[in-house]
Each structure stands twice: as structure tokens, then as C-alpha cells.
């Protein structure tokens, strides 16, 4: 296995059935790309259905001054394979050390019910791999079941977007599940720090962090894992 993380964007654009937009949040792909990059790590872009992925117009707006973020944004080749992702369906897990689930509220819609995700996710913790995700991305975690049939998140720690910071954003009620009861309800032992600060949690090797502040934190404790494995 060379040393690869498999970074997964959502593919899905609209917020609930309001007709504002949503998708992937910028920093949580862009710094992760940065910590993964600088380690070493190729990364290799993938989406549930694959092709073109939607970019939160509202992260751009607010991370609109962050160096990386900017950097990130005009690397046309960076930019390039976000418009046309890998479909999970076409992923070979084996080839990967790790997998990395960026947030936005677009991965509440296309990620709990995804079956190839679940099969990738549930192939690279199996073969010793880390799983990792930030804010809304453990709504890919939500349903991944381990070949003995218990939830991956079962007995871990984690965290993500908690539901006092999806009341301080108003988004709740637009949201198809609150992300912190289910990862609860699945056995997750859920873990938060006060609204918008940055928490990273690190459970055997699923790697989880609670919000946007947290993408660099949570990248480089993959790279941590990784490196100590």
C-alpha cells in the first residue's frame, strides 16, 4: 500500500428542501489536503456517486481570508479532481492507509446510507487502516457495520458536529437526523468541547473531530496514526 488517504467529499448540493445551497466545507477539505500533503500522503478525491462535487458557498465566504483555504482553492489541480471525484463504487480499498469523510450538510443526505461507503470504510479499518472524519462528515459512520456485525463507532470515542452547535447554526430542523443522538444511538461514546472549539478524539484508529476548527487537529492525528502503525 502506498502511502494514500482517501479523501471523501459529499455529492450532494441542496439544503434540505429550503433551495439554498450546501455541499462540502471548504477548510475541511483544504487544510487536511495541507497537513496530508506536507506528511507525504498522495490523496485520491471520491464522492459516494462520483464526478462533480458541490463546494459550500457559505465556507468559501467565511474562510475567505485563510491562507490555506486560498491556496488551496487556486490549485487548479486540486480543484480539477474535485470535478470529477472517484465514485466509491470504483474504490479499491487496499490501496488506501487511511479514510478521511470532510464535512458540510451535504453528507447528512449521502452519506448514512451509502453501500459502497459502508463496504470501503468497513474494508480499511479492517485491514488495519485509519478511519477518519470531521464536523458532519461521521454521518458516514453512521450505519458502518465491522464483518461481526457490530457498528464501528460501538465502545469508540467520537465526536462531530454536536446538536447544540447545529441549534446555534438553526440548521436542526432541516437536518434528515441529528448527527450526535445517532452516533449515541449506534454506541458511540460521544464526546463534545463547548460550541465551535476545536476537539479532536482518537479511538484505536477511527479518528473523529467535532467541527470546522478541528480539520487540521483531526488530519494530523490521522497522520499520526498512520505513522504508528
Known amino acids: 500500500t502506498a502511502m494514500a488517504v482517501l479523501l471523501v467529499v459529499t455529492g450532494h448540493g441542496e439544503l434540505g428542501g ?4 450546501t455541499g462540502w466545507y471548504l477548510p475541511e477539505v483544504a487544510h487536511p489536503w495541507h497537513v496530508f500533503t506536507q506528511a507525504g500522503l498522495s490523496i485520491t ?14 465556507s468559501v465566504e467565511a474562510f475567505k481570508d ?20 472517484t465514485s466509491l463504487a470504483d474504490v ?8 478521511f469523510f470532510a464535512g458540510g450538510h451535504g453528507t447528512m443526505w449521502d452519506f448514512p446510507d451509502d453501500v459502497n461507503l459502508q463496504k470501503v470504510t468497513a474494508a480499511i479499518y479492517e485491514q488495519g487502516g485509519v478511519v477518519s472524519s470531521v464536523c458532519h462528515g461521521p454521518a458516514a459512520l453512521v450505519n458502518v457495520k465491522l464483518s461481526d456485525g457490530s457498528y464501528l463507532v460501538n465502545g469508540k470515542k467520537v465526536t462531530g458536529f454536536t446538536n447544540a ?4 447554526v438553526k440548521m436542526m430542523e432541516l437536518m434528515p437526523f441529528a448527527l450526535e443522538t445517532r452516533l449515541t444511538e449506534r454506541g458511540g461514546e460521544f464526546v463534545e468541547a463547548p460550541v465551535f472549539q476545536e476537539l479532536v478524539q482518537v479511538s484505536e484508529r477511527l479518528v473523529t473531530g467535532q467541527n470546522p476548527a478541528s480539520a487540521t487537529g483531526t488530519a494530523a492525528a490521522v497522520v ?3 505513522n504508528s502503525s
Open 165 to 168: 452547535e447545529e441549534n446555534a
Open 45 to 58: 478525491y471520491a464522492s459516494p456517486k462520483g464526478g462533480k462535487t458541490p463546494l459550500d458557498p457559505s
Open 92 to 99: 479499491k480499498p487496499s490501496d488506501y492507509k487511511a479514510i
Open 224 to 226: 499520526k496514526v498512520i
Open 66 to 85: 485563510d491562507p490555506i483555504c486560498k491556496q488551496f482553492l487556486e490549485n487548479k489541480d486540486v480543484m480539477g479532481q474535485l470535478d470529477n471525484t
Open 18 to 21: 429550503t433551495g439554498k445551497r
